[in-house]
């Protein structure tokens, strides 16, 4: 058996001394990885969440639901508000033949008492309108609405929108 020199005995040590470094740097890299690892997991799986068109209509829902109408009393857009109405009337002066005329009043008959009416405005940019708002009967608000620019005849969306 030969004799261990001073240089083996140092290549002993190096070796176990490198596979102790390498294996520390292993466990320093995973330790420093995993969580950066997991935190990608997790901000990917709540951006596709976010991102989501039902998630984008749910909180729209519940933050201020609206719906959109026109002046001949449908229904373009529901984006919550249905929920808390019964029927939507618009009251137009229209005369045989011709265009219906900018409302005279819109009748909101909402399914429970709202504390708040729901704020009504014109879609048409550009176009502006007075409203003032009453209590009808039961719970129905009672919008009489003043064409302030004088936009007479033609077609009009409206916006109603809940408020909290």
């Avoid at 330790?31 to 039902?54: C, E, M, W």
């Avoid at 998630?55 to 933050?63: F, G, L, P, S, W």
């Avoid at 005279?104 to 007075?130: C, H, N, R, W, Y």
């Amino acid at each position: 058996m030969p004799d261990k020199t001073g240089w083996d005995k140092f290549l002993r040590v190096a070796s176990i001394g490198g596979a102790f470094c390498f294996f520390l740097g292993i466990i320093l890299s995973a330790i420093y990885t995993l969580p950066n690892f997991v935190n990608s997991v997790i901000d990917a799986r709540i951006n596709k969440v976010v991102q989501g068109d039902d998630y984008v209509r749910r909180i729209a829902k519940e933050a201020r639901p609206s719906v959109i109408f026109d002046s001949h009393g449908s229904i373009l857009a529901n984006q919550g508000a249905m929920e808390y109405f019964d029927n939507i009337d618009v009251i137009t002066n229209k005369p045989a033949g011709l265009l219906p005329a900018f409302p005279e009043k819109i009748i909101v008959k909402p399914k429970q008492f709202l504390a708040q009416a729901p704020l009504l405005t014109l879609v048409d940019s550009g176009s502006e309108m007075d409203v003032k708002v009453e209590r009808g009967e039961k719970f129905d608000g009672v919008y009489t609405v003043v064409d302030s620019e004088g936009l007479g005849r033609g077609y009009y969306r409206f916006r109603l929108e809940v408020l909290p």
